[in-house]
DNA sequence: CGTGAGTTTGATACCCCTCAATAAAGGTGG
DNA sequence: CCACCTTTATTGAGGGGTATCAAACTCACG
């Protein structure tokens, strides 16, 4: 079995990190690391290292919040049960972003560790204590908030979306995004999360969604090479996919 | 025709401002002021003010960005065109709000007014520039930076729903919530927006926002003083729509 | 190697989208 | 202030896409 790239630790670490993508430069697109070293010593200070298992639950809506965390590596999800139990997921989260936002001292997602997961724990009074002090450090949080406002945007119109096949090739686009940046050039892509999961972030049935993968492999636009890991084969159908008023093509597969 | 307080100018205006819950204090769900007199003033120094008439836009998604707004009065819509030309509504926006989102030097939504609208224009290098100096100010612009974020995430659980009354249900409950902060105690609730935004907004078609209205006021849920004025009858009934899995209740109409 | 969770596939029903026509509201100019 | 016109909203009929229920299947895990 190849190594998973998600699940090793990094090796020397500097404290807590975050990427975001600019908000006045251009920079193509790029996530960049905003805090410096010396910040990133700061908050180490105050910061802990916490490690959990695949499938560990790391907080619970509406729990007294004590604290904000920030993936070393791994993913997360963070969600929130409806009161007829349906799960709704407001994000997946990956190396170098943050979670474990607050209202009134309580946590308003749950989250739980899709992939075993290292992160840092920042106590949420010294954080405090430590941004009152520090503009810059202040200013780079800035920046990663309104990173996170325009992904949840991105999620939001996913949502809005009334076509199975078109919230199924944007997610596919999301994640590649957020793979390419730390990711090896084979354009190797990962599906870390249930198919459960996946109908809960785009909000469809897991049924429909494992017929929606299936459509894109038999159309030759990506291929599984099992249930987690697949390659994108065709970017341009993708694209045509996530972009699809309606009417859509035919598959390759019509026999004579 | 009775007067609209959306209309009206605020009688004297301090300088810009921004309402949010608390992220850590328990202040009842209450939305509070986060700037101080002095800090509304600062910031009036850089700001200008602007008015909208109602359609009017203030500016396109992928324009390049000079200026962030802050709303004093009046309802703003944030919305993202599709390649397919459906329009997807990021959000509404009220007084205290703040919009003009960036990345990378561009706006990633466009906004127009949906009522008339008085705003406060603030140049973003003045404003980072301000910000940089003072980390107080930054402190109370992260927390209500979490609030957008919030309420954008309740957004997106909204558009999961896969519901339309559960969706118009929520939806109602979310106007309501943003107006029981200013407004009168009369329960009367303002729809500013047409039919179709709410469409784009929830993510359905207009039609079928059109017939869950209707059916909550044949339910005596909610009733219609005309096209943009309701008054809520049944809290409960509204909240359990919100949270149905599934089984609507019969109407009271079936007549003998 | 067996077990069970997770996934795929199939059949059916139903909710919502689409198209189309009517009705009401809002705005404009006389 | 009213008639007119345009825009917006309501209502209806019909078809399609997706949820739902149910069963077979695969894979990961112990």
Not at 137 to 164: D, M, P, S, W
Not at 184 to 211: F, H
Not at 216 to 232: K, N, S, T
């Amino acid at each position: 079995m190849p190594r998973n790239h998600i699940d090793d630790p990094l090796p020397p670490v500097h404290g807590p990190s975050i990427a975001a993508v600019a908000l006045w430069d251009s920079s193509d697109r790029k996530r960049t690391q905003l805090f410096s070293h010396e910040e990133r010593a700061q908050l180490s200070l105050i910061a802990s290292i916490v490690r959990f298992k695949k499938g560990n639950q790391i907080y619970h809506q509406a729990d007294q919040a004590g604290a904000v965390f920030n993936i070393i590596s791994g993913v997360v999800k963070t969600y929130r049960t409806m009161p007829d139990k349906a799960e709704h997921i407001t994000a997946f989260l990956f190396a170098d972003d943050l979670f474990g936002l607050t209202e009134e001292g309580r946590y308003v997602n749950s989250a739980k560790a899709v992939t075993a997961v290292t992160a840092y724990r920042i106590p949420i009074a010294a954080l405090e204590a430590r941004l009152r002090k520090d503009a810059t450090l202040e200013f780079h949080v800035i920046c990663k908030l309104c990173h996170q406002l325009r992904e949840t945007q991105r999620h939001a119109v996913l949502l809005g979306r009334r076509n199975a096949l078109a919230k199924v090739a944007t997610f596919i686009q999301m994640l590649e995004q957020v793979q390419a940046a730390g990711d090896e050039s084979t354009r190797e892509l990962n599906l870390p999360m249930s198919r459960s999961d996946i109908a809960d972030y785009v909000g469809m049935s897991l049924e429909t969604v494992s017929r929606s993968l299936r459509t894109l492999e038999r159309r030759r636009i990506v291929d599984f090479r099992g249930r987690h890991q697949a390659r994108i084969l065709d970017h341009r159908q993708l694209e045509t996919l996530a972009a699809r008023p309606e009417g859509d093509a035919d598959d390759g597969i019509v026999g004579p």
